[in-house]
């Protein structure tokens, strides 16, 4: 199975949360893969001194039906990634 990327950046201090409306696609997961990377600062970045400072953390969310509402941290980048259930284009293309 293909799995379709949703990418989401909050560039904000503070969670944002955002609900992706799956409304009409067949064939849709019931559930996805978040990686999120995420960090008090936006200027954070790992270092020598210190490379585990942004690190990526995997979770599922399940239950997905109609419409995905999730909280974004803040300062994140969040990856979702919603497998394919047939061999058809529909997640991609919105059918």
Do not use: C, W
């Not at 990418?7 to 201090?13: E, L, M, P, Q």
């Not at 944002?16 to 960090?39: F, Y």
């Not at 270092?47 to 995997?58: F, Q, R």
Request: charged share 25%; glycine share 6%; net charge positive.
């Amino acid at each position: 199975m293909r799995s379709i990327p949703y990418k989401v950046i909050n560039t904000s201090a503070e969670p944002v949360t955002a609900t992706l409306n799956l409304e009409g696609v067949d064939s849709r997961p019931s559930k996805a893969q978040l990686t999120v990377l995420t960090s008090e600062r936006p200027e954070d970045n790992n270092s020598l001194e210190n490379p585990g400072k942004v690190v990526p953390i995997s979770s599922t969310l399940t239950g997905i039906q109609n419409k995905l509402t999730h909280a974004f941290p803040a300062y994140s980048l969040t990856v979702i990634r919603m497998e394919k259930t047939d061999g058809r284009r529909q997640i991609a293309e919105g059918r």
